[in-house]
Nanobody, 122 residues
Framework: VQLVESGGGSVQAGGSLRLSCAASGNTYTMAWFRQAPGKEREGVAAIDSDGRASYADSVKGRFTISKETAKNILYLQMNNLQPEDTAMYYC?????????????????????WGQGTQVTVS
């Protein structure tokens, strides 16, 4: 499985960005994670194979995860971005049941990571 992210960039606080992740192969459950300098990687939003979404409390109401199944593309629409959203954002996929929002170790051991795309909010 290969995951290729795009759509990152620099925006002012209150702005919006949409991240995309083009996936090859069977991806099962997918998610977006982020990692800021000096911090651990954290789950942002996840979507399972049945299309059920889950979000970190810090992004609820601002971020929306979706998947275009026919093209195997995962999206993350980010609105009302704040400086604390600044991080490298990673697409993830894992051949497991359920959500992987809080399961970095599962992705690392069983799944796949994209190369990351930088989001900077000033």
């Amino acid at each position: 499985v290969q995951l290729v992210e795009s759509g990152g960039g620099s925006v002012q606080a209150g702005g919006s960005l949409r991240l995309s992740c083009a996936a090859s192969g069977n991806t099962y459950t997918m998610a977006w994670f982020r990692q800021a300098p000096g911090k651990e990687r954290e789950g942002v939003a996840a979507i399972d194979s049945d299309g059920r979404a889950s979000y970190a409390d810090s992004v609820k109401g601002r971020f929306t995860i979706s998947k275009e199944t026919a093209k195997n593309i995962l999206y993350l629409q980010m609105n009302n971005l704040q400086p604390e959203d600044t991080a490298m954002y990673y697409c993830a996929a894992a051949p497991v049941a359920g959500q992987i929002l809080h399961r970095v170790e599962v992705v690392t051991s069983l799944g796949f990571w994209g190369q990351g795309t930088q989001v900077t909010v000033s």
